[in-house]
């Protein structure tokens, strides 16, 4: 089941009650892509033949399998592993667990981490199913091959788990934050005064002050500097003028990551 959702839902997840405790945050595997609203092209091509029907081909076969034996009962399949994929799927197991302790790279979303192991188990499922569809996927181990790479597809929205979750705990200087490094990799300005900023962007800014906490997180990670102004001989309070990293300029939209 794929759940298409906007990032605030994801968001607002964590401010269910039961949500996070009773671990349904935990079950979903995440997918946080950059934005392409304002660049869609509406003219995608289709799935490819080569593609398209062999796929077709083999969910047809799979709903076509049987599904009762001569006397009525409920046919049930049980897939075994392979002693090499069982030997890689205990490896990940272990290397899953590893990863939880304190500084690994499981360490902020460890009620997520535990599932990876039975998602790798059900990913190899499907896959070897898919390849045995036009027989009996249940008269042939799953292989290694299939466990190998379904241990590359479970692990691989790790990174998208990790943003997933720091939405859910994020905070409005972080996200504000966020709002201000998109802009300026869309605008690509090297330069820019917070006075231009607020103006531009007064949507998302009930007041002017709004920005100090944004702009302080932005500087201490180094993607913003302040530029010294001189007074300006009429008096008068000048703007806050910022020089921005050249990695915002060239990597903006993926920087913070959502």
């Not at 008269?139 to 939405?167: C, G, K, N, Q, Y």
Request: some cysteine; proline content about 9%; overall charge positive.
């Amino acid at each position: 089941m794929g759940l298409c959702r906007q990032p605030s839902v994801i968001r607002d997840l964590s401010n269910t009650p039961g949500f996070r405790r009773r671990g349904l945050c935990a079950r979903f595997r995440y997918a946080i892509p950059v934005s392409s609203v304002g660049q869609r092209s509406l003219d995608g091509p289709p799935m490819p033949a080569v593609v398209g029907t062999p796929y077709h081909e083999a969910v047809t076969a799979l709903l076509d399998q049987p599904r009762r034996l001569p006397d009525a009962k409920p046919f049930v399949r049980e897939l075994a592993m392979s002693q090499e994929a069982f030997g890689l799927w205990t490896a990940f197991s272990r290397e899953v667990k590893r990863d939880m302790a304190d500084g690994g790279r499981f360490e902020a979303i460890r009620e997520w981490a535990p599932k990876l192991p039975g998602a790798a188990a059900r990913i190899a499922a499907v896959l070897h199913c898919a390849r045995r569809a036009f027989g009996s996927p249940q008269e042939h181990p799953v292989a290694s091959a299939d466990m190998r790479a379904a241990s590359r597809m479970a692990e691989a929205p790790t990174h998208h788990a990790l943003i997933a979750f720091d939405l859910m705990r994020t905070d409005p200087a972080i996200e504000g934050a966020r709002t201000i490094l998109r802009w300026l990799g869309r605008v690509g300005q090297p330069i820019f005064t917070r006075r231009d900023y607020h103006a531009k962007n007064q949507r998302h800014l009930a007041r002017a002050a709004d920005l100090d906490k944004p702009l302080e997180i932005l500087a201490e990670r180094g993607y913003v500097r302040q530029v010294p102004q001189p007074v300006s001989p009429k008096g008068g309070r000048p703007s806050t003028v910022l020089q921005v990293d050249p990695r915002v300029l060239s990597q903006g939209r993926a920087l913070f990551a959502a």
